[in-house]
């Protein structure tokens, strides 16, 4: 199982695009990934989920670790897009208690200003 990351700088938000399946063989390499870019000074980062397939609990964990660093720092984590089976995932867990899930990415870039 792989999963891919790909980045982009949208008004001051770093938007992270995940594909694949966030599960217990991928998270160590999206958490590092996503805890580098806080360490390099990311203070607005939005989780583009459109092509994520599937997330377990240790998906969940490597997305909760930079979400913390970041409010630590006074900064913010968004999630948008997410697929029916993620998002019903994402509800069950209470996650989007505690990281906003939008609808779309204009929504989500919308909710940072």
Do not use: W
């Not at 694949?20 to 980062?45: A, N, P």
């Not at 583009?48 to 964990?61: D, H, M, V």
């Not at 997410?82 to 204009?106: M, P």
């Amino acid at each position: 199982m792989n999963i891919e990351i790909e980045t982009k700088e949208f008004a001051g938000i770093t938007v992270v695009y995940l594909s694949g399946q966030l599960v217990s063989t991928t998270h160590g390499e999206v958490s590092d990934r996503l805890v580098k870019m806080v360490e390099g000074g990311v203070e607005k980062m939005l989780l583009n989920l459109r092509g994520l397939e599937y997330i377990t609990s240790a998906g969940l964990r490597s997305i909760l670790v930079p979400a913390k660093l970041l409010k630590g720092r006074g900064g913010q984590l968004r999630m948008c897009e997410a697929n029916e089976t993620v998002s019903d995932i994402l509800k069950t867990s209470g996650f989007v208690d505690l990281i906003q899930l939008h609808e779309s990415e204009a929504e989500a870039v919308s909710a940072f200003h």
